[in-house]
T-cell receptor, first 114, second 112 residues
């Protein structure tokens, strides 16, 4: 079936650096994408989303880029802080009548060193 | 504060027993979902409900059951038929199809 995957399972950065987390998706019908942050023992926390009619969206210190040509999604975190250390998941909605049925990637572990 | 409450946070059961996980939301969201998360893996959809008194199977519904008698509540029962019930269970809700899911903080179920 269709799935969402990640290029890198772990990412280590120094505090203050910019982080880029990548995600590949295979379902060309997907029209809505979300990034979540999950800290240990907690539920995923919404970071930012983007619809397929856009290729870039910015939030506070985060930017999501969508390249539909190569089916690639990325999350950029500016000036990464130790509090950003967590597992990051991308998720896609396959479109049609899929009411909120998100397909999640396996996650990338981000570690920020002081 | 609006949000999703899952209880209990930790749950222990003996093999062969059914167990029910609670999920309550006060966000006035129509849709609710149950996901399962295993160590080092993404989330997999168990059941979802778009409206009261209606629900659909997700990708891994076998061994689970749900009910949706009230808009605010979507309890999940893990039955003895579920072969590998030990996992982290996450409940979520969304306002509509094109809105992000909001998650609770999960229930960690251990079956021995």
């Amino acid at each position: 079936g269709e799935s969402v995957g990640l290029h890198l399972p772990t990412l280590s950065v120094q505090e203050g650096d910019n982080s880029i987390i990548n995600c590949a998706y295979s379902n060309s019908a997907s029209d809505y994408f979300i990034w979540y942050k999950q800290e240990s023992g907690k539920g995923p926390q919404f970071i930012i989303d983007i619809r397929s009619n856009m290729d870039k969206r910015q939030g506070q210190r985060v930017t999501v880029l969508l390249n539909k040509t190569v089916k690639h999604l990325s999350l950029q975190i500016a000036a990464t802080q130790p509090g950003d250390s967590a597992v990051y998941f991308c998720a896609e909605n396959a479109g049609g009548t899929s009411y909120g049925k998100l397909t999640f990637g396996q996650g990338t572990i981000l570690t920020v060193h002081p | 504060d609006g949000g999703i409450t899952q209880s209990p946070k930790y749950l222990f059961r003996k093999e062969g027993q059914n167990v029910t996980l609670s999920c309550e939301q006060n966000l006035n969201h129509d849709a609710m979902y149950w996901y399962r998360q295993d160590p080092g893996q993404g989330l997999r959809l168990i059941y979802y409900s778009q409206i009261v008194n209606d629900f659909q199977k997700g990708d891994i519904a076998e061994g689970y059951s749900v009910s949706r008698e009230k808009k605010e509540s979507f309890p999940l029962t893990v039955t003895s038929a579920q072969k590998n019930p030990t996992a982290f269970y996450l409940c979520a809700s969304s306002r509509d199809r094109d809105s992000p899911l909001h998650f609770g903080n999960g229930t960690r179920l251990t079956v021995t």
